[in-house]
């Protein structure tokens, strides 16, 4: 019992020591910067939506215009590239990372993988091209274009543009 009262004070002076020296610790940090990541436009010329829909017979090439920029107060580094358009565990859909490999539909988008300098408030045009392989089986099919900003430590991927292909 004796033993048991022994260690019951040993681990009270204990704690007492902490508590007491915690009071005499002074940290200071600098406070970080929050820095908001750019908001990217990407979306086609000719319609209002925020998606391109193509139908391409089987076989062929199609392409489309769409543009390209970011809201933000300064120029901003991008990257566009096409991307596989992947399901989300509890529903909706994502896009693979830049430099990740990439398959059938996307494969199908000219090569898209492009670094550019964004103005605030400009619009850069790009063509997409589309060619759908004669073998392909005619239903929908989607790929994604995607921005990112390069980073020290890889790429940041910001926004999107689903393509949605509808084959016959």
């Keep these: ?53 193509l139908v391409v017979e089987l076989g062929t090439t199609t392409e489309t215009t769409i543009l390209l920029g970011a809201e933000a107060e300064s120029t901003v580094p991008a990257i566009t590239y096409a991307a596989d358009a992947c399901s989300l565990i509890n529903g909706g859909f994502s896009v693979r990372e830049y430099g990740e490999p990439s398959s059938a ?28 392989p004669a073998d392909t089986q005619p239903g929908q099919y989607i790929a994604a274009l995607s921005n990112a900003t390069p980073t020290a430590g890889g790429t940041v991927t910001y926004n999107t543009c689903t393509t949605p292909l509808a084959t016959s």
């Design 105 to 132: 539909p996307t494969t199908w988008l000219d090569d898209q993988t492009e670094t550019l300098e964004l103005e605030p408030g400009l619009l850069i045009e790009r063509t997409l091209v589309v060619t759908v």
């Design 1 to 53: 019992m004796l033993q048991r009262r022994l260690g019951t004070i040993s681990s009270l002076i204990l704690t007492l020591i902490i508590i007491v020296g915690a009071g005499t610790v002074h940290v200071q940090s600098t406070p970080e910067v929050a820095v908001s990541p750019p908001v990217f436009t990407l979306q086609p010329k000719e319609s209002p939506e925020a998606y391109v829909t």
